[in-house]
């Protein structure tokens, strides 16, 4: 049993800062890579950023530059920093954990930015 737990969204206004953070939970045996995912209203869910065990890190490219991804390894966490915030980044995010090709998903939390 795996649990996904995320925190941090809310309302903010453009080029307002967020910090989205994401706890794992459970029978985890071995560390995994950790992403965030989003999906905005009548959109499909797209990556948005990931880190593997060892740090390296990728980005959609709209959000390099503004997102930052971190994660501790010791408590199985992973955080999304975000700066600079536009009204399109505006949806459900989603912390996802894969763990020996299987994939973990919390249930989301709600960016709002205003135009």
């Known amino acids: 049993q795996v649990q996904l737990l995320e925190s941090g969204g809310g309302l903010v206004q453009t080029g307002g800062s967020l910090r989205l953070s994401c706890a794992a939970s459970?029978?985890?045996?071995?560390?995994?890579?950790m992403a965030w995912y989003r999906q905005a209203p009548g959109k499909q869910r797209e990556f948005v950023a990931t880190?593997?065990?060892?740090?390296?890190?990728t980005y959609l490219e709209s959000v390099k530059g503004r997102f930052t991804i971190r994660r501790d390894n010791a408590k199985n966490t992973v955080d999304l920093q975000m700066d600079n915030l536009k009204p399109e980044d505006t949806a459900v995010y989603y912390c996802?954990?894969?763990?020996?090709?299987?994939?973990?998903w919390g249930q989301g939390t709600q960016v709002t930015v205003s135009s």
């Open positions: 459970g029978s985890i045996r071995n560390l995994g890579n």
């Open positions: 880190i593997t065990v060892t740090g390296f890190s």
């Open positions: 996802n954990l894969n763990v020996l090709s299987r994939n973990y």
